[in-house]
């Protein structure tokens, strides 16, 4: 009797321990950091396919979508504190609720945005932009490219790098786009290839119910030259120099 009692507390000693871990990961997920991983080149030069980074949940508050699954158990926005122009930001997409996006915000509630021959507007002012070097890569594909990248400068001060891979693309020419209260407008770095705010029927201006939180630190990165199996590939496929990347 003696061992068979050792052994069921063991096995209960198990169990709890793996409940403990699952509500720990749970708490750490749902209130202070969220692991996400790229999936597109939209927020180019700055974000790469293949990138997986932190995202912080309480720099913006807590919203449902906070919550595994967006379990409908937060009315509304608490604790919120308002993002600030150039946060990377991930927040769930307005049209669906559910799908991920992640996007640079550069209109706060009240703001004028508008960008005319590629260049930024906000409030009727003109965001500086400054020609760098071309930012060169190897795409997925493995194929080489040189892009256009300039320097952009918030009014705030925040500073990052755009592409303008199509002069006069569809969206270097937008109207004005008023940002409602309560909400946020948000763009993508790679200008010519992000389906954000600009497009209105697709993405439009982002409430701050939807957002999820901010983009921190990139912590692992490979270039999908390696399948998971491939570990002797798996050295050459990481990005070294992404590991531990603070973002901005």
């Known amino acids: ?101 992640i996007k640079r915000i550069v209109g706060l509630p009240g703001d004028h945005i508008q960008v005319r021959e590629g260049v930024l507007y906000i409030n009727d002012m003109a965001v500086e932009k400054t020609k760098i070097e071309d930012f060169v890569y190897t795409d997925p594909y493995g194929n080489f490219r040189r892009i256009p990248q300039y320097r952009e400068t918030l009014p705030n001060g925040v500073s990052y790098n755009v592409l303008d891979m199509t002069p006069r693309g569809d969206l270097d020419n937008t109207d004005v786009y008023t940002v409602p209260e309560g909400h946020f407008f948000a763009m993508g770095d790679n200008r010519d290839n992000s389906q954000d705010s600009r497009v209105q029927r697709a993405v439009g201006y982002v409430p701050a119910v939807n957002l999820v939180g901010r983009a921190e630190i990139i912590f692992f990165s490979h270039d999908g030259s390696a399948a998971f199996f491939e570990f002797w590939k798996w050295p050459w496929a990481w990005r070294w120099s992404r590991f531990l990347e603070w973002l901005h």
């Open 1 to 101: 009797m003696r061992a068979n009692t050792t052994a069921k507390g063991g096995f209960g000693e198990a169990v709890r321990t793996i409940v403990y871990a699952v509500l720990i990961a749970v708490g750490i997920r749902t209130f202070l950091f969220e692991p996400f991983n790229i999936p597109s080149e939209s927020m180019l030069p700055n974000l790469m396919v293949g990138d997986y980074l932190f995202v912080s949940k309480f720099s913006y508050g807590y919203s449902r979508h906070s919550l595994p699954f967006s379990l409908p158990l937060v009315p509304g926005r608490v604790f919120f504190d308002q993002p600030e122009r150039g946060d990377i930001a991930v927040f769930k997409l307005p049209a669906d609720n559910k799908t991920d996006y």
